[in-house]
Nanobody
Framework: VQLVESGGGLVQPGGSLRLSCAAS????????MGWYRQGPGKQRELVAT???????NYADSVKGRFTISRDNAKNTVYLQMNSLKPEDTAVYYC?????????WGKGTQVTVSS
């Protein structure tokens, strides 16, 4: 399984970005896709997850600002990020979990700065 993220970049505070993550390889119908991030000097943390079944989950810090969605036909997960703040600056990683194995993308940099 390979995951490739795209859509990162530099944005001003209050701006928006949309991240995409395309998965390829042997993808099973039951899985969880999600976004994590690692800011400078910080540990990697959950941003949002979207299972193929069950409930979407968001970190409290992004609720109301970020929206995760997925296109199962394309094996792609998206993260729409609005009202971005400087503290959202991080490398954003995509993860796919299935049958007890987690797969990670290489990450995409998001920088929020004026």
């Amino acid at each position: 399984v390979q995951l490739v993220e795209s859509g990162g970049g530099l944005v001003q505070p209050g701006g928006s970005l949309r991240l995409s993550c395309a998965a390829s390889g042997r993808i099973f119908g039951i899985n969880v896709m999600g976004w994590y991030r690692q800011g400078p000097g910080k540990q990697r943390e959950l941003v949002a997850t979207i299972p193929s079944i069950d409930t979407i989950n968001y970190a409290d810090s992004v609720k109301g600002r970020f929206t995760i969605s997925r296109d199962n036909a394309k094996n792609t997960v998206y993260l729409q990020m609005n009202s971005l703040k400087p503290e959202d600056t991080a490398v954003y990683y995509c993860k796919l979990g299935q049958r007890g194995i987690d797969y990670w993308g290489k990450g995409t940099q998001v920088t929020v700065s004026s």
